[in-house]
């Protein structure tokens, strides 16, 4: 079935479509989320407001393409957080840094050729950054991480239990948040 169909569906009370929808699209809301340091908050906070910002869109959605649609709402939302967190409203979302040049498949219809070449160059500088400053594992983590692996395809991927994981990402936020802000 279709997004569309599903979230026709989902107006329509059936349970199973919300449910469809909502799992379908949980890996874009955490590659969203993940596009963001937070300083003293979790990346939960952000993947909770992302989903709230999906099902606002299940419940708004009129016509078109709703993936276009539904990245929008979501990014949107967790920018609202951001937004919000800045002014001192939500302490735990305070100092977030967006990482920028992630390339982003579903807005992509929006995108020019010109952009997505921009954005392409964008990513690979980031790619070197990375390889640069993190150290091997460090580096292999991350780019799970971004892609969108669980913790537990991580951990299984590479052999190691979930604290070296979950030290190895807060590692590297922290090593990239030191070098994106010019510290």
Same mark, same amino acid.
Do not use: H, W
């Given at each position: 079935?279709?997004?569309?169909? !599903?979230?026709?569906?989902?107006?329509?009370? =059936?349970?199973?479509?919300?449910?469809?929808?909502?799992l379908?699209?949980?890996?874009?809301?955490l590659?969203?989320?993940?596009?963001?340091?937070?300083?003293?908050?979790?990346?939960?906070? !952000?993947?909770?407001?992302?989903?709230?910002?999906?099902?606002?869109a299940?419940?708004t959605?009129?016509?078109?393409?709703?993936?276009?649609?539904?990245?929008?709402?979501?990014?949107?939302?967790?920018?609202?957080?951001?937004?919000?967190?800045?002014?001192?409203?939500?302490?735990?979302?305070?100092?977030? !840094?967006?990482?920028?040049?992630?390339?982003?498949?579903?807005?992509?219809?929006?995108?020019?050729?010109?952009?997505?070449? *921009?954005?392409?160059?964008?990513? =690979?500088?980031?790619?070197?950054?990375?390889?640069?400053?993190?150290?091997?594992?460090?580096?292999?983590?991350?780019?799970?991480?971004?892609?969108?692996?669980?913790?537990?395809?991580?951990?299984?991927s590479?052999?190691?239990?979930?604290?070296?994981? =979950?030290?190895? *990402?807060?590692?590297?936020?922290?090593?990239?948040?030191? *070098?994106?802000?010019? =510290?």
């Open positions: 079935m279709t997004d569309n169909q !599903l979230v026709e569906l989902f107006k329509g009370g =059936d349970k199973n479509a919300c449910e469809s929808l909502l379908r699209y949980k890996p874009v809301v590659r969203t989320a993940r596009r963001f340091f937070l300083s003293g908050g979790e990346t939960e906070d !952000l993947v909770q407001e992302g989903m709230c910002g999906l099902y606002s299940m419940l959605f009129s016509e078109g393409d709703f993936s276009s649609y539904a990245y929008a709402c979501i990014r949107n939302r967790i920018v609202d957080a951001v937004k919000r967190s800045a002014s001192g409203k939500n302490a735990a979302l305070n100092s977030s !840094l967006p990482i920028e040049g992630e390339s982003e498949t579903i807005a992509s219809d929006f995108s020019s050729p010109e952009d997505e070449l *921009i954005n392409s160059e964008r990513m =690979d500088e980031i790619k070197l950054l990375m390889r640069g400053s993190l150290s091997p594992l460090e580096y292999k983590v991350m780019q799970m991480y971004v892609d969108g692996a669980t913790m537990t395809e991580i951990c299984s590479l052999g190691k239990n979930y604290k070296c994981i =979950d030290n190895a *990402i807060t590692r590297s936020k922290k090593k990239l948040q030191k *070098i994106l802000k010019g =510290d």
